[in-house]
């Protein structure tokens, strides 16, 4: 394995990691930006962001996240692909096992985001792909005058709601509950929608389908345990989201859903490792407060390697 040392090593290339990477290179820091997939995260899916200020009438997701990226580039932060799988300290050195390689740092921040959380029901696995997505404007388009359906009751769920009827003939919005948990303005625009139907207290119990796709859901009220079929070409699923901080579970604090705990500084539970953006826990997950995380974390990390140094 071959070692390569950085000041500071950011783990996660959306909002947060390239905020993080913006700060950190600014302050003539060598910094190291790892990313497992593409840079811009989630937002990369998004098509239009409408509440990151300074873009009146909103921007595409990887416009903004491009953006960062040249953004970043002009105070020379380097950048690499793969999977952190491991995180040790040794002797106040960040040790980071990445695919077959280890890279030491310093000061490691985390921006590993979250990833869509799973209904883990008969038939959901199955028919990934083939009916059943995490991602409406990723597939959006490809349920042209079909039926379709979203599950959750959140902002994510109602937004995407009203982006597929760009495409689909119907959709239905399934809730477990008889009210959407997602802002007012979300909930009147999707009330005023022709296209959508809300199907409340109902609960999807397995994805029917056969060689060609899913076919259907089966529903189950969650008030009297009936059940019946609904027809459906595509499932969107938007539940919420499970924080990509698994391979750090015997090694950081986190709490029983698997953010990472941190104080209001952004620190964790090992000195010289903060946390930022979704990964961590906190009460709103949005661009603005990843960015505003990544900012205090890596200002954290320059003063934590002022005195790691004196």
Known sequence: MSQTDFDV???GGGPAGLTAGLYSSRAKLRTLLV????????VMTTTKVENYPGFPGGI?????MIRFQEHCQEF???????????????????????????????????TTGAEPAKLNIPGEQEFTGRGVSYCATCDGAFFREQDVAIVGGGDTAVEEALFLTRFARKVYIIHRRDELRATKVLQDRAQANDKIEFLWNSSIQEVVGDNSGMT??????T?????RELPLHGLFIAIGVT??????????DLDPDGHILTDAECRTSMPGV???????????????????????????AEKYLDNFEN
């Open 9 to 11: 090593v950011i783990i």
């Open 35 to 42: 990313e497992r997939m593409i840079m811009g995260g989630q």
């Open 60 to 64: 595409d997701g990887p416009d903004l």
């Open 76 to 110: 020379g932060l380097e950048t690499t692909t793969g999977e952190v799988s491991g995180l040790r300290d040794e002797d106040g050195i960040k040790v980071l096992t990445v695919d077959d390689r280890e890279i030491r740092g310093r000061a490691v921040i985390i």
């Open 216 to 221: 259907s859901v089966t529903l189950a009220d």
């Open 223 to 227: 008030q009297n345990d009936s059940t």
């Open 243 to 252: 924080p990509k901080a698994h391979f750090l579970t015997e090694v950081l």
């Open 274 to 300: 903060f946390a930022a953006g979704d990964v961590r826990k906190k009460i709103l997950k949005q661009i603005a407060t990843a960015v505003g995380d990544a900012a205090v974390a890596a200002i954290m």
